[in-house]
């Protein structure tokens, strides 16, 4: 049997990944049968079942990359650039994320799995929130950890709002939350 390469590994998973997010996005978690995820990736169920052990796998795989960007744009650029991108994501995802929320809602080895989902950059977010507030830029009368769990309390509403079909007006909500969180 030929050895596959770490770059088509990469690319199939990539494949895999893209089409379960179309998959997920039109049918939901639930909704996302095999047959759908097989017709959206365009590989059979042993295909795509070599690269990840279940459709729970497949789709949390998918929510991880998620947090990952949103939270490296956070570090890399500031909070209103993830307000925006949360703003401007397919509202179809966005309900499938609020699928995501159930789940762990009810199932608590889950939930713990998600708690643990990326303690790296868990770290590195609770790290910036620190230093600007050490630099006069955050209020610094909260902890840090309150403070993310604020911003991400409102980055939840706006997936809410999205996922009935409601816009949301970015600049206005986002001087609501800058003068919620700047120095007192």
């Not at 199939?12 to 049918?27: C, E, M, P, V």
């Not at 939930?111 to 950059?121: C, S, T």
């Not at 009368?141 to 996922?163: H, K, N, Q, W, Y």
């Amino acid at each position: 049997m030929p050895k596959v390469s770490d770059s088509h590994r990469a690319d199939r998973r990539r494949q895999i990944l893209d089409g379960a997010r179309r998959a997920f996005a039109r049918h939901g978690y639930e909704g996302a049968t095999v047959a759908r995820l097989e017709q959206e990736v365009g590989l059979s169920r042993g295909a795509i079942f070599n690269y990840f052990p279940n459709k729970w796998s497949i789709f949390y795989g998918l929510a991880l990359e998620d947090y990952d960007r949103v939270g490296r744009l956070w570090l890399d650029e500031e909070y209103g650039s993830v307000l925006r991108h949360m703003a401007s994501e397919d509202p179809d995802w966005i309900g499938v994320y609020l699928e995501l929320i159930r789940k762990i809602g009810t199932q608590p080895e889950l939930r713990e799995q998600w708690v643990q989902r990326n303690p790296d950059l868990n770290d590195e977010l609770m790290e910036r929130v620190a230093e600007l507030q050490r630099r006069g830029e955050l209020r610094d009368d909260l902890e840090p950890g309150e403070l993310l769990a604020f911003l991400g309390l409102i980055l939840d509403g706006i997936a809410v709002r999205m996922s009935a079909g409601f816009p949301v007006e970015t600049e206005p909500l986002l001087k609501l939350v800058s003068s919620a969180i700047a120095p007192q």
